[in-house]
């Protein structure tokens, strides 16, 4: 029995394909079917989970009742104060002491099926062309490494969530300069290969990201909003089923 978070997609999608100046120069007909023809929200979200977790590093620590400073001997005497009985300085029920349960050091990893893995990854990328967040480039056409040309591409593709490299807020004489808070992933760049060129284009620019298709997962794929692709990168992800 399917699971009632699994959506049957089937038909074909028409997704047009742009030249760099942002012009409609043709279209490609993506079967669903070339995808898996299913989106499952419950492996997706597993999928995430589990690339997040990969990503923590598990260095947090506490220090526990024996390993903070302080004596061990009893603070005062058990009987005959008038005061509550009390015992070494270093319980966690006295300011400077160590924790109760504090979390130590560990190792959050663990690992899906592959083939599970590559499903939730085939899942997203119909996902973004079903919701008709993919676009098409035919080619970037970049000769040279060049961050304001990759940012008139993007900006005819209408993508007007990229604006360009990224700024910086002038400081004034005297104050200390803030740390740039991080813009979130709006774009992600798919190339059939490693293209250093595309990719030193556009590693400059906020909220832009550049991946090989090999290097594909659905943490990656789903993160961003929208989804451009090379017509080269289109085809070797349909060809790797």
């Known amino acids: ?41 419950r492996l997706m979200h597993d999928a995430v989970v589990m690339y997040l977790a990969n990503k923590r590093q598990g260095t947090h620590s506490t220090l526990r009742r024996g390993e903070v400073a302080g004596s061990t001997k009893k603070v005062f005497r058990q009987k005959g104060t008038g005061n509550a009985r009390i015992g070494t300085k270093r319980t966690n029920k006295r300011r400077g002491g160590g924790t109760s349960k504090g979390p130590k050091p560990r190792d959050y990893r663990y690992a899906m099926p592959k083939q599970a893995l590559r499903s939730a990854t085939r899942m997203a990328i119909l996902a973004k062309i079903r919701d008709n967040a993919a676009v098409v480039v035919d080619d970037f056409g970049l000769g040279a490494i060049k961050s304001k040309e990759m940012a008139g591409i993007l900006k005819s593709l209408n993508l007007r969530d990229v604006a360009g490299p990224a700024r910086t807020t002038p400081v004034a004489e ?34 832009v990201k550049v991946l090989p298709t090999a290097d594909f997962n659905a943490y990656e794929v789903l993160r961003p909003k929208r989804l451009v692709l090379t017509k080269a990168a289109l085809e070797a992800l349909r060809a790797n089923k």
């Not at 803030?178 to 250093?196: E, S, V, Y």
């Open 174 to 207: 005297g104050e200390t300069p803030k740390k740039p808070r991080k813009k979130n992933l709006t774009l992600l760049i798919g190339t059939d290969k490693i293209d250093p060129v595309v990719y030193k284009s556009a590693r400059n620019l906020e909220g």
């Open 1 to 41: 029995m399917a699971s009632p978070l699994t959506e049957t997609v089937t038909g074909t999608f028409s997704v047009p394909v742009y030249n760099r100046q942002g012009q409609e120069v043709g279209a490609v007909t993506v079967d669903a079917n070339d995808f898996g023809g299913k989106i499952s929200a």
